[in-house]
């Protein structure tokens, strides 16, 4: 750790001011609550769910978009799940596997839930992985996208209603091979997430023919300015450029991608995160004309989107995001599994999983793959300004 | 080679943010011995003023306005804390004491603002490009380089050859004596921990087109200024100038070279000058041996 090395050659007072710094930063990530709710009515018996979702810490807003999707599928159920009045239990996740593992081990040890849905950090996610195979209770992952959840460590308690890194972004390698003369620069941040995406594009892309023009990894969260990145790609004289970044990162890329001249000139392609919900809004005009691969968009035409999208708005107040959709669907595969299972146990609810069939869901039809992982279509989205307002318009299907 | 030329460039609008921010807690650190934790929440709650006052990119008045808003709450904030400090005499308690001042600021803040990343546009007259050394820059830029430079100019002059500054100057150095000769320190003290608070609360407001504003932001800010001061030096108005700079040409030139090493080279640089030079870079005259 350069940190701690560099910290404990400092003179005392300045040694007391920046260890103390560091721990602040450690500070700001912990803090938990939890929240009881109970749902109305009893028959067929009462299951209690617990929702691990971030509540404090940089992922907070993906967490309020996550529990407003699984509580409006619960409200047009009457607060049942396949028959079964549900309580809720929720638990803060928080910024990583430092608070979220204790948190989604409490729900079920301690509030004895049934089984638990959410999840947003892959590394929470992961190290969790153990603890629900050994005490054999459900997960339903509604976000962490780590490819290992469903792959070399994939568990028959573990289920994902959301995506996988290396399939969301290899989806977009032949479209960009196709639409792209010339060679193509990779940039995203350095960490697993970034890592697994840009592999994923990578090998998709060379595979339909594409070129790179090189590749970068930038510090993860700590980036702000993007300025020699930004310069690096001008000087490769790529013709495109793609790259993933979510939240601030997102907000900060894309407007200096503009601010640099390079907006316009060089198209940008990414996985969707980089404007979906609040951070397209901060982007606002730089964004205009950004593609990007995703499972869902709120401009999707189908008659069930365009219920969800309504009833989201008038109950939230906001469109819905992706991430409102994951769980929305987390809520719907539980529902259509406690209809059919014999118990509400682990391995009841499991087996049940197993023959949900097919989900009518709004991001379209889609179903478990044989390692629960989400079989699903993805879409080719550009963002547009529509009254005032950016969207991500849906201008084709990926295969 | 204009890659380079415009990384340089880069670094000294990011020089000249850092240096506004970390001024005030180089100074109150030197001055008063105070360690104050909550220089980054200040700074933060100038990004928000700008945010509820020119998210939207407002004309040049306003944006003057929000500067103007966010001083003045940097100031209150900033006499706040240094009555709140002015009873702890002990760094460990003043750091818990400052941190925990920080945390409920920082919740407030996310209370009143939500937890998403806000963008802040820049004035609509300066929010295009301009073509240097044949490279895209924004102008936006090129006018925070300007105001760094005016700051350093009118902060060496108050400080170096003012009356004023001559008795923050004394103060730092000798503060008993200073006391003697019949003048309230704790008046100078005060007004230089609001100053400083106001000048971070105000580049807050300034490096919001750049860097925006979200919650955990102050963090990264009061580490970046932490570095700054520890590289220049405590209590020198002259050492965070050279702090600054040269953390800002690390970020933007170290980074454009040595890609690989970005997040570790502004450490590498604070480590490197700990082994050469251990009080920093230019210390105050004063403080050099305490530092």
């Known amino acids: ?399 | 080679m204009a890659t380079y030329l415009v990384s340089v460039l880069n670094g000294l609008a990011m020089g000249s943010l850092l240096f506004a921010i970390a001024l005030g807690l180089s100074l109150v650190f030197g001055m008063m011995d105070v360690l104050n934790l909550a220089h980054g929440a200040v700074y933060l709650v100038g990004a928000y003023v700008a945010v509820a006052l020119v998210a939207d990119g407002g004309s040049l008045a306003v944006f003057v306005l929000a500067v103007l808003a966010a001083a003045a709450a940097g100031a209150v904030l900033g006499g706040g804390l240094a009555a709140l400090t002015r009873a702890v005499p002990h760094h460990l308690d003043q750091a818990l004491l400052t941190l925990g001042v920080a945390l409920v600021v920082a919740e407030l803040l996310s209370l009143a603002f939500g937890n998403e990343v806000h963008s802040i546009a820049a004035p609509a007259a300066v929010a295009g490009s301009v073509t240097v050394a044949g490279e895209t820059y924004p102008v936006y830029r090129l006018l925070v380089i300007g105001f760094g430079t005016v700051l350093a100019v009118a902060v060496y002059v108050l400080v170096e050859r003012s009356q004023l500054g001559s008795l923050i100057r004394a103060t730092v150095a000798d503060r008993p004596m200073v006391s003697a000769l019949g003048i309230n320190t704790g008046r100078v003290l005060v007004g230089v921990f609001g100053a400083g608070a106001a000048l971070a609360a105000v580049a807050g407001v300034l490096a919001g087109p750049i860097l925006g504003a979200q919650p955990g932001l102050d963090e990264r800010v009061l580490l970046l200024a932490l570095v700054v001061v520890v590289i220049g030096g405590l209590g020198s108005v002259r050492g965070a100038l050279l702090g600054a700079l040269v953390i800002g040409q690390v970020q933007a030139v170290g980074t454009a070279l040595l890609p690989e090493y970005a997040s570790f080279l502004v450490f590498a640089a604070m480590a490197l000058v700990l082994l050469l030079r251990p009080a920093g870079l230019l210390p105050a005259a004063g403080t050099a041996v305490r530092a």
Not at chain 1, 71 to 83: N, S, V
Not at chain 1, 132 to 142: P, R
Not at chain 1, 358 to 377: C, M
């Open chain 1, 1 to 399: 750790m350069g940190v701690l090395s560099a910290i404990s050659r400092l003179p005392r007072p300045t040694q007391a001011a920046t260890v103390l710094a560091v721990v602040a930063l450690a500070l700001a990530g912990c803090g938990g609550s939890s929240l009881d709710q109970s749902g109305g009515g009893q028959s067929g018996g009462e299951i209690k769910i617990g929702l691990l979702l971030p509540q404090s810490g940089v992922y907070a807003p993906l967490g309020q978009e996550m529990r407003a999707g699984f509580q409006l599928y619960l409200d047009q159920q009457g607060g049942k799940l396949g028959g079964r009045a549900v309580k809720v239990v929720t638990a803060d996740e928080g910024g990583g596997p430092q608070t979220g593992v204790p948190a989604g081990q409490k729900l079920v040890t301690q509030d004895q839930v049934n089984a638990v849905v959410g999840v947003v950090n892959s590394a929470t996610a992961l190290g969790l992985r153990d603890f629900f195979d050994e005490s054999k209770k459900l997960l339903v992952v509604a976000n962490a996208g780590a490819d290992a959840i469903t792959g070399a460590r994939k568990s028959d308690y573990i289920w994902r209603t959301s995506f996988s890194n290396g399939i969301v972004a290899a989806t977009l390698g032949p479209a960009v091979a196709k639409e792209v003369k010339g060679k193509v620069y990779l940039i995203a941040p350095d960490y697993a997430a970034g890592r697994e995406m840009a592999a994923g594009f990578r090998k998709s892309f060379e595979a339909a023919g594409g070129e790179v023009a090189g590749e970068k990894f930038t510090p993860f969260g700590t980036t702000q300015d993007f300025q020699p990145y930004l310069s690096a790609i001008r000087g490769s004289g790529a013709k495109a450029v793609w790259t993933f970044y979510s939240g601030a990162e997102a907000v900060s890329f894309v407007k200096q991608y503009k601010e640099f001249g390079l907006a316009g000139k060089t198209p940008l392609y990414a996985p969707g995160f980089l404007t979906e919900g609040g951070v397209l809004a901060a982007q606002g005009q730089a964004a205009i004309k950004v593609k990007t691969s995703l499972h869902y968009s709120t401009e999707l035409d189908n008659p069930k989107n365009k219920e969800f999208v309504a009833a989201y708005r008038a109950k939230v107040g906001k469109p819905p995001t992706v991430f409102s959709v994951q769980a929305y669907d987390a809520a719907a595969v539980l529902d259509k599994a406690l209809a059919k299972a014999s118990g509400t146990g682990g391995p009841e609810l499991v087996k049940a999983l197993g023959g949900v069939g097919t989900i009518d869901s709004p991001r379209g039809q889609w179903s478990f793959s044989a390692d629960h992982n989400v079989r699903q279509q993805y879409y080719l989205r550009e963002v547009k300004s529509s009254g005032g307002t950016f969207v991500n318009a849906i201008v084709g299907e990926l295969g």
